[in-house]
């Protein structure tokens, strides 16, 4: 960082489907928009997928950078930016072209697809995977909080959005 420790910063970067723009902590004026109603598959999440009698179609599955998920005799879904139950709904509509009545469980095992990145002046700068709803505050905590040279008073927030800062 910057040699004066004064003006040393804390940057938080998000990146995740709900971002926005680049902004200075202090310039929020207007509260932020209201969470999605449920969770939103993310691309790194892991989903358990199982469908009843079917032992040989229980299994976990990584949801690919693109955003896609592959399951058999149901071939390419489309898992980012949905929820389990869409998806769930998917690949039973795709199993019962071959099963009939198919019953289908999709699970979310673990979120590793929401991630914030803490750099600068804390104690733990590094990735930390997060549920949807941490905010900076809580990102800080998770990095140990800052070092006693961070000026709190400039923080920046950086997200991103599809290729845009």
Not at 59 to 80: C, H, M, Q, S
């Amino acid at each position: 960082m910057i040699g004066n420790a004064r003006n040393a910063r804390c940057i938080v970067a998000v990146t995740a489907l709900f971002g926005a723009a680049s902004l200075n902590a202090q310039e929020v004026t207007e509260p932020p928009a209201p969470p999605p109603t449920g969770y939103l598959i993310q691309p790194g999440d892991l989903l358990e997928v199982s469908v009843w009698k079917e032992d040989y179609l229980e299994r976990d599955i990584l949801v690919r950078p693109d955003g896609g998920v592959t399951f058999p005799l149901a071939g390419d879904v489309l898992a980012a930016g949905r929820t389990v139950a869409d998806v769930q709904g998917q690949i039973t509509a795709q199993l019962s072209r071959f099963i009939p009545d198919p019953v289908v469980t999709v699970s979310l095992k673990e979120i590793r697809g929401n991630k914030v990145y803490v750099l600068g002046q804390v104690q733990k700068p590094g990735t930390f995977v997060m549920n949807p709803r941490v905010d900076v505050m809580q990102a800080l905590a998770l990095a140990g909080g800052t070092t006693a040279y961070a000026n709190t008073n400039d923080l920046k927030i950086l997200r991103r959005t599809g290729d845009r800062q």
